[in-house]
Nanobody
């Protein structure tokens, strides 16, 4: 497939956990930086977490540091997001994408293709 495919979302209570999975688009290279974004209703899409080509470096939004953990399986072109201690403000559609050889390059990229995303809803 050309577009990323995300899964693992759902409805959880505050303090709960979810693990998101994503299979990157067919043109993704195993060396591409991979990351997760989210978009809440009425807000712009924002970066949540990014992982370097070989998993040696990560970048997290301040709002999720210490609660979310990104990981990857490069051979399968997959990226994961373990989300713990979830809060109602984490409610959003979560998307993944891949591209670039460095985290700064990833953060400045315009991605031509997006998947359907996976809905995460955290109830209070």
């Amino acid at each position: 497939q050309v577009q990323p495919v995300e899964s693992g979302g759902g409805l959880v209570q505050t303090g709960g956990s979810l693990r998101l999975s994503c299979t990157a688009g067919g043109r993704t290279l195993t060396t591409d930086v991979m990351g997760w974004f989210r978009q809440a209703p009425g807000k712009e899409r924002e970066v949540v977490a990014v992982i370097s080509s070989f998993g040696t470096a990560t970048h997290y939004a301040d709002s999720v540091k210490g609660r979310f953990t990104i990981s990857r399986d490069s051979a399968k072109k997959m990226v994961f997001l373990q989300m713990d201690s979830l809060k109602p403000e984490d409610t959003a559609v979560y998307y993944c994408n891949a591209g670039g050889l460095t985290i700064p390059a990833f953060l400045s990229s315009n991605f031509p293709s997006w998947g359907q995303g996976t809905q995460v809803t955290v109830s209070s």
